[in-house]
Each structure stands twice: as structure tokens, then as C-alpha cells.
């Protein structure tokens, strides 16, 4: 499935540049003649130390405050995860070419355990700040696809459907890096998703926060037309 969905990663990845241009452009306010100018008025009086905190933090030297919250919360969604050790079973089982019976009994009660299939969707929504979250990440989206094919089906189409209206790939203020990431799990849960529900597509358009969003939909498409037309081309040539 990682190899496959490679595919997709790539078309949202050279997508977000050109989504991030039309949102910025979106939000700027179109200048008129009759804009009146501005009243200039007086900055309130900033005290020695925090103006000199102001310039240790814009020379990067003390990290904004803000910021450092924003980081803190990531890194608790990682370092927190109550199901971390499901989660590494199944990764587990899913590098095994051949599973025995006790593997197969601890997979089929991951797949019945709602609550851990609802953890996900957090992993889901959040950038990896390693390697080993990384990991995490790319097997909860395994984990979520193969949902899709048993009972929890309309669970993992939920879940689905909340990544794809996740706006954080809409923020400018989150680091391009981190956007590029979602943008490639928004792309994949895109994709899995309008391919076993038929009544997807309606649902989509309405679901799509902003112009990044709307970008990677279209190159999905364009993707699975293209797949489309691959498929019919070699039945046709092992016709022949």
C-alpha cells in the first residue's frame, strides 16, 4: 500500500505550493481609490525588557511562546498515544508475510475496537516530529484502508471524512513542511475513500476547506483517471 499511495503523496505535494499562492491572495484586501488613508496611531509604550524580549525572539534566539505551546501539544499527541502498543502490534503483523492464528485472533480484535480505530484520526491530522512517529502515522493510515473492508467500514469512512476537512493544510502559519505531510494523508484518505464509496464524491466538494484542499482533490482525480486509463490499455493488450 506505501509504495502505491507514493504516487499519490507526489501529485498533493505539487499541488500545495500553487493552493498556498491562492489562499494568500485570497486574503488580501483588493486597494480602491477611495480607501481613505489611515489614521496614524500612537504605539502604546513597550517597557526596555519586553522590547528587548521582542528582538531576542524575532533573531530567533528565545522561541515565540506561541510557538513553543504549539510544539508542545504535537509532541504530547505522540509521546501520549494511549494505544501506542496496538498500534505496534498491528504494524507488526502487517510485516509478516504469513500471520498464525494468535495473529490473526490480535488482528481481528484491533478491527472490532472502535475506540482504537477513533484514536487514529488524531495521528492522522497531526505532522510527525520523528522517524518513529513517522512510522505511527503511515500505519494508522494502513490500519484506517483496511477498516474500510470490515464491519467498521462507516467508522473509517467518518474518520476519513474529518481528515479531509481538517484545515490545517489551509494555515500559513503552519510550517510548510508540516502542510506538505497533511497534504499527502489528506490525499491518500481522498483517494482510498472515493474508491469504495460510490456516494463519496457528493460529499467531498462540500467537505474541502480552502483552495489547497480543493487542489489535491483535482490531482486525485486526475490520478485515478490516469490509473483508470492504464488499466483499460493493458486488458486491452493481454486481449490481443
Known amino acids: 500500500m506505501r509504495t502505491r499511495t507514493l504516487i499519490i503523496l507526489s501529485v498533493s505535494l505539487t499541488c500545495l505550493g500553487v493552493g498556498l499562492t491562492l489562499y494568500s491572495q485570497s486574503r488580501k484586501t483588493p486597494e480602491t481609490e477611495s480607501q481613505a488613508t489611515p489614521v496614524r496611531e500612537e504605539a502604546p509604550a513597550v517597557s526596555p525588557m ?60 484491533l478491527l472490532k475496537d472502535e475506540n482504537f480505530l477513533r484514536s487514529l484520526e488524531t495521528l492522522m491530522k497531526t505532522a510527525p516530529v520523528d522517524e518513529s512517529s513517522q512510522a505511527m502515522q503511515n500505519s494508522a493510515l494502513d490500519f484506517v484502508f483496511e477498516a474500510l473492508n470490515t464491519d467498521m467500514r462507516p467508522v473509517a469512512i467518518e474518520i ?68 483508470l486509463a492504464e488499466s483499460a490499455m493493458l486488458q486491452a493488450s493481454q486481449q490481443q
Open 50 to 109: 519586553e522590547k528587548e524580549k521582542e528582538q531576542a525572539v524575532a533573531a530567533g534566539k528565545v522561541e515565540n511562546p506561541a510557538a513553543s505551546s504549539v510544539k508542545s501539544e504535537v509532541l504530547a499527541v505522540w509521546q501520549d498515544y494511549k494505544y501506542s502498543r496496538d498500534l505496534q502490534k498491528y504494524a507488526d503483523l502487517s510485516r509478516k508475510a504469513l500471520l498464525l492464528e494468535p495473529d490473526k485472533l490480535v488482528k481481528r480484535r
Open 160 to 227: 476519513l471524512k474529518n481528515v479531509v476537512a481538517d484545515p490545517t493544510v489551509e494555515d500559513t502559519a503552519v510550517s510548510e513542511m508540516d502542510r506538505k505531510v497533511l497534504a499527502g494523508v489528506k490525499a491518500e484518505a481522498l483517494y482510498q475513500w472515493s474508491a469504495v464509496d460510490p456516494a463519496a464524491e457528493r460529499s467531498i466538494n462540500g467537505l474541502l476547506p480552502g483552495p489547497v484542499s480543493e487542489k489535491i482533490w483535482v490531482n486525485v482525480q486526475n490520478q485515478q483517471q490516469s490509473n
